[in-house]
């Protein structure tokens, strides 16, 4: 796999991780301040998921990505 593949992919794991973690903050906060920020942890997650998810296709196509990786 070339690293901008591998780049790619923990950008993948890091936005997981994101939301993991934005709905387990808004499931336990204690304030609506907690809440708007988790809120943008999961808006900026979904956003980014979605560019990193565009750009894994783009390299498919290209033949860069192998999944067995």
Do not use: F, P
Not at 9 to 14: G, M
Request: hydrophobic residues 30%; negative net charge.
């Amino acid at each position: 796999m070339k690293s901008c593949d591998e780049n790619l992919k923990q950008t993948l794991h890091l936005v997981d991780e994101m939301i993991r973690l934005a709905d387990k903050g808004d499931i336990e906060r204690e304030d609506t301040n907690c809440g708007i920020l988790y809120g943008i942890l999961r808006d900026s997650a979904y956003k980014i998921k979605k560019l990193a998810e565009k750009e894994k296709e783009a390299h498919q196509k290209k033949g860069w990505w192998n999944e067995d990786l």
